[in-house]
């Protein structure tokens, strides 16, 4: 018995369907016959070449006896290895290294023991694999672990994006106090900060760009000095402060100043934000900023704030791409429009991109059952032939090897921007709502795009090495495409929904 190492479910289940198929097409290949046909056709074909050679050929018989005693013993070792049942299928999912795929953005494989196997036959069918292809099998697997292993280690930026979009505020009545307090208190503060006309580094205009702004809740004159506009639960009367207020007084709830009503411990916004977020999720961006005391603050402000829309932070620069150096009116005029598009367009583009990810490897798995049920067919008909079957081997090592292809994709997609601008702003950005939201949307159809393009370098590479199994793997390409056009649909209509049926 053999163990099998799958990556999941779905492909133990389509290797462990593959195999039972392939095992009953070769016992019937056996007892009809069809299996013999090869060696019939060498002992005649070989027949046929001394007969047309003639008889001035002396030693034509021990010349064909020769050729065909070494096509024997090649033919035969063909079958033994890559077509006679050897191991006793039983799949195993690995175990993922779950801190590694937190902190670095790559499944991988952990070490240790796995645990017991959880398919070993379907239908009561137990499936048997050649030696062969259970040798192929065990090093397509390990070197596809092994490179990815070898991916860089680093946060994935991008699950802590995800898991903050799936993040929202529940809570009806809280929405309506972060509106009010946005009303009552933000407002006003940002209006008085303005008509005093004081200069403001860029920091600091940043931090003034959100609600629960430091400059707003710690300088005098702003939220100490504005209040809610109504009495708020949890906020009891204050004689001093309430007595010539409305519809409150003594055992009930007061009006609270914007700066208690926002940083209170139990009762403030702040903290009931921070209730409403999973605290998995908290606990993750903890551990990936470690050094940032204001990760808590970067989170509340992506939950209170628009979808957050920068990449680097940084307006000023041409980072990238070819558009002109000089900065002009008609480029900025291009590049608002660009962005008004790329925003339209960024909806279905991220629908797609989501069904092509979760499509990919039940497409793999797919693929992979149907070359391992083609594999008796393929060998009969080359003769059982080494070449073929060293082809066939390359080709299940390449489509067991886009599991690798992916992992980098998704980790480009989760750090490409802090590749291009190593820093905290660089890397805060992706939580705080700061600037230029173009370079961003650009970026994610760059490496979304990634899952495919990367894939197809692949298939390009094999044509290099003269390896014929480009249609093969190029088949995860259409087939991904489909389930991205698919989710791109569904996300065109949720694009059309939320905008009243306007295109």
Known sequence: MATFAVNDY???????????????????????????????????????RARQ??????????????????????MLLVVAFTCVPVFTLN??????????????GTVMMSSGQWGESTMTSIDGQQARVPMWWALTHSLSKGLTNVAISKIPCSTDYQSVRTALDLESISDPGLKREIGEFQLACFGPARNKLFQSGAGLEEARGMDVDWVGSDYFLDTPGYYDSFYAPRPMP????????????????????????????????SEGLAARIQDQVDTTVWSRMQSFFPGTSSAEEYMIRRMVSPRSGAANGNTSQASV?????????????????????????TIPFQAGMDSLKQSLP??????????????????????????????????????????????????????LVDLMYDSDAAK?????????????????????????VLPGV??????????????????????????????????????????????
């Open 10 to 48: 779905m492909e133990g289940t389509m290797l462990t369907l593959g195999w039972v198929i392939n095992n009953g097409v070769w016992d019937a290949m056996t007892s009809t016959g069809i299996a013999v046909v090869p060696f019939i056709a060498l002992v005649a074909g070989e027949w046929f």
């Open 362 to 415: 039940m497409i793999q798995g797919i693929l992979l059952m149907a070359i391992i049920i083609c594999l008796p067919f393929v060998l009969v008909a080359s003769g059982y032939s080494v070449k073929v079957a060293g082809t066939a081997m390359f080709g299940l090592f390449a489509i067991f090897f886009l599991t690798f292809w992916w992992e980098l994709a998704r980790w480009l997609d989760s750090n």
């Open 91 to 104: 799949v195993n999912p690995v175990n993922v290294n779950q801190e590694h795929a937190e902190q670095c």
């Open 234 to 265: 949890g906020f009891p009367y204050n004689a001093d402060r309430d007595q010539a207020r409305p519809s409150t007084g003594p055992g009930q709830p007061g009006y609270p100043s914007c700066r208690e009503w926002w940083s209170d411990g």
């Open 458 to 503: 692949w298939i390009s590479a094999l044509g290099w090495a003269g390896a014929k199994v480009g249609n093969a793997i190029g088949g995860v390409s259409e087939a991904g495409r489909e389930s991205k056009g698919a989710g791109q649909k569904g996300g065109d209509m949720a694009q059309k929904g939320a905008s009243g049926g306007k295109a």
């Open 53 to 74: 050679e003639g008889d001035d050929e002396g030693n034509k018989g021990v010349l064909s006896l020769n050729r065909i005693e070494s096509r024997l013993y090649v």
């Open 321 to 345: 791409g070819y558009r002109s150096l000089d900065g002009g009116f008609v480029d900025d005029v291009t590049s608002a429009a660009g962005m008004v598009g790329n925003a339209v367009a």
């Open 428 to 452: 805060l950005s992706w939580i705080a709502g700061v600037e230029n939201a173009n370079d961003k949307m650009v970026l994610k159809f760059v490496s979304g795009m990634m899952f495919l």
